[in-house]
């Protein structure tokens, strides 16, 4: 299940060595992490619940719940975080697991403080601008990320990036973006990076407990701290919502464009933002059938050229649609989606199932800003950066960042300005998609470029990258769509289309023949061979047409330029191309569980009808439910089950602000007591 090769990534892997799962002695790669291991090989489920037997698999992939525990030669750990090694002993959990024999000795050490001007926590976009910003200044600067490189979700993104080209990086892919970030804070000698080193909390006595390289307890005393640690993805209340194969897209992203694994055959995406639909693609490019993706919502709320170009590869789209059920005994076989009313209830009788052995949750992220927010219970002057301060594209995300290390800066004592075109610039990068406008008007030239998008969008690289200065975007506002002047001949370069990060470009090229010209189309698939179906933008299938050449242009990461003859009245209409395939999903005879036995609480194996009985009841104390039904009391700390919760209290008509709120968990993730000890590894 190993991707042995792709359109955008290089796969190049050094020599396996054999793990053990249970009795199987399996393969494995230097730098897989356990979980990546195991979906290589086949395997799905990791355990078993100990309180209903319930399967177990990836869920998260970020180290944040605990359903890929393990035990790996004897120790219960995250099979997501814990790098897999030769000769290494990896077992199921059924029940809880059985702790280790103690050392016969034990040795512990002083717990180590380290004072620094700035900490950053996170090394993604938003961490790395504001740790470069800092180092500029000379300050003394720590920056400490959980991941064993840095770069954060830009590590997982194989797109070209949206927004200002000269500002961040626009019309460069995520992988590439993290490279040249990375890069800069490697050259700043004074920001130190500590890497597999989650900040673990923050303190009344404004001292930071950080799991240095996952093994040392270290206390980080810092002047200033600077909060980017991201967001984490929201879940759904459905039936069978728990099975393995249910999970979001940050754990899709990370198996497929991180560690090249092929995690599915079938795909179904649930959520038509832009997070739902870039993984949608994602998957499509690593030879994966997307069978469907739903949005509960009348229209997409993601970047319509990401919805295009789904569209034009044929995968189909359901507005007005949410997940009913997912279907399955130990894993997930198959999905129901339902149509929903204006008020997002059910029209049942609308009912579509498809088959898939993966259902991708996309429905939203939520900011991970607890150390902010305690940071400024206890004092301490924090900045956040990023989705943890807002939710946006991770172009917003760096030059937000940048801001956040100049504040910090500032709050230093550092005679430091920022210029006060930078807020404005981090609010257009932040725009949520805006109105649509008309299809420009094709110009009397014989070759030119037909501009598809037409949705407000922060982005700029076709006017950046057009030697002749032909296209044109508002400098002042880049959220409007792009426009082709005309007021002199297009080369025919085809720099804007290789370089459009919505591959939202086609070249019209008339010169060969007026009754049928040649039309030029982005392609980030393997070159194709043979007839292809030329489609428009909504993905229409136009009708079969002629490959006449494939090309490149210089710099355009691995975008390959497919030129196709039409009929000239396809020409302004043609978006894109399509091989001929359809997509196929068979229904699953399962029937369609109850909507009660969604599991809210994945930790505990919590039901929404259990928590429905003590709302009903009166309840109006997250703490009390926890109490009742250990909801929230698992080793996630509540991060995925307290936004369901609350949820269930609106569905029940309960206002939120009868709800008391869970108390915060003292600690991010679950850490062995001896660790804060200064105990030693025997």
């Known amino acids: 299940m190993r991707l042995e090769k792709h359109p955008i990534l290089e796969v190049k892997r050094p020599e396996p060595f054999t793990f053990f799962f249970g009795e199987k ?32 698999g990836i869920f998260c992939a970020n180290g944040q719940c605990a359903q890929c525990l393990v035990l790996a030669d004897g120790r219960p750990v995250k099979a997501c975080m814990t790098l897999v090694q030769p000769g ?24 180590e403080e380290v004072e620094v001007e700035a900490l950053v926590i996170g090394g993604g976009p938003a961490g790395m601008s504001a740790a470069v910003e800092l180092g500029k200044l000379g300050i003394k600067t720590l920056l400490v990320d959980d991941k064993p490189a840095l770069g954060g979700k830009l590590l997982l993104q194989t797109h070209r990036f949206f927004g200002s080209r000269e500002a961040v990086f626009a019309g460069t892919r995520g992988i590439v973006i993290a490279e040249k970030l990375a890069a800069e804070v490697r050259a700043q000698k004074t920001v130190e990076v500590w890497l597999s080193s989650p900040a673990l909390a923050v303190f009344s006595d404004k ?111 359901y507005t007005s649609h949410t997940v009913l059920a997912a279907h399955g005994r130990e894993r997930v076989e198959g999905i129901t989606i339902v149509q929903v009313d204006e008020r997002f209830q059910p029209i049942f009788g609308t009912e579509k199932t498809f088959a898939c052995d993966t259902i991708l949750i996309a429905v939203g992220l939520d900011p991970v800003d607890e150390f902010y927010r305690k940071a400024k219970e206890f004092g301490i002057p924090a900045f956040a950066a990023g989705d943890a301060q807002e939710i946006a594209e991770a172009s917003a995300a760096i030059f937000t960042g940048r801001i956040a290390g100049r504040r910090a800066a500032q709050a230093l004592g550092r005679a430091v300005e920022i210029p006060e075109d930078w807020e404005k610039t981090a609010e257009i990068l932040k725009s949520k998609p805006g109105r649509l406008h008309p299809p420009p008007q094709a110009p009397d030239l014989p070759v030119f470029p037909v501009i598809h998008c037409v949705q407000e969008i922060p982005c700029n690289p076709c006017a950046s990258v057009c030697p002749s200065g032909l296209i044109q975007v508002d400098p002042a506002d880049i959220r409007k769509p792009p426009r082709f002047t005309g007021e002199k001949p297009c080369s025919g370069c085809a720099r804007c289309v290789a370089f459009c990060p919505g591959l939202a470009i086609t070249l019209v090229d008339f010169q060969k023949g007026r009754e049928h010209p040649t039309v030029t189309v982005p392609w980030e698939f393997d070159p194709p061979q043979g007839e292809v179906l030329a489609v428009d933008g909504e993905g229409k299938v136009l009708g079969p047409a002629e490959v006449v050449g494939i090309g490149r242009v210089p710099g355009a990461d691995h975008t390959h330029l497919v030129r196709i003859r039409v009929p000239k009245d396809w020409a302004l209409r043609v978006a894109g191309i399509r091989l001929p395939k359809e997509i196929t999903g068979k229904i699953p005879p399962e029937p369609l569980p109850i909507p009660d036995e969604a599991v809210v609480c994945r930790c505990e194996r919590v039901r929404a009808s259990e928590i429905r009985v003590l709302i009903r009841q009166g309840v109006r104390d997250l703490n009390e439910i926890k109490a009742v039904t250990r909801a929230g009391m698992g080793a996630c700390g509540g991060k995925t089950c307290r936004n369901l919760i609350l949820r269930l209290f609106r569905e029940e008509g309960v206002p939120l602000e009868e709800v008391t709120d869970f108390v915060a968990r003292p600690l991010f993730l679950e850490v062995p007591l001896g660790i804060f000890a200064g105990m030693e590894e025997p």
């Open 207 to 317: 001292k930071v407990g950080v799991l240095r390289e996952g093994r040392r307890y270290v206390l980080v005393c810092p002047r200033v701290l600077v909060v980017a640690t991201g967001a984490r993805e929201r879940s759904l209340l459905f039936s069978g919502n728990a099975l393995p194969g249910v999970y979001g897209a940050g754990a899709f992203q990370t198996l497929v464009n991180r560690d090249l694994v092929r995690p599915a055959e079938k795909l179904f995406v649930v959520g038509g933002g832009n997070v739902g639909l870039i993984a949608a693609y994602h998957a499509l490019q690593a030879g994966i059938e997307v069978v469907g993706l739903c949005e509960a919502l009348p229209e997409c709320t993601g970047y319509k050229v990401h919805k295009d170009k789904l569209l034009r590869l044929g995968v189909p789209i």
């Open 88 to 111: 290494m002993r990896v077992a199921p959990l059924a029940g809880l697991p059985q702790p280790p024999p103690p050392p016969r000795t034990l040795a512990f050490r002083e717990i």
């Open 25 to 56: 002695e399996l393969l494995a790669y230097p730098g897989e992490t356990i979980a990546s291991a195991l979906f290589a090989n086949g395997i799905r489920i990791f355990g078993y619940h100990p309180k209903d037997g319930s399967p177990q």
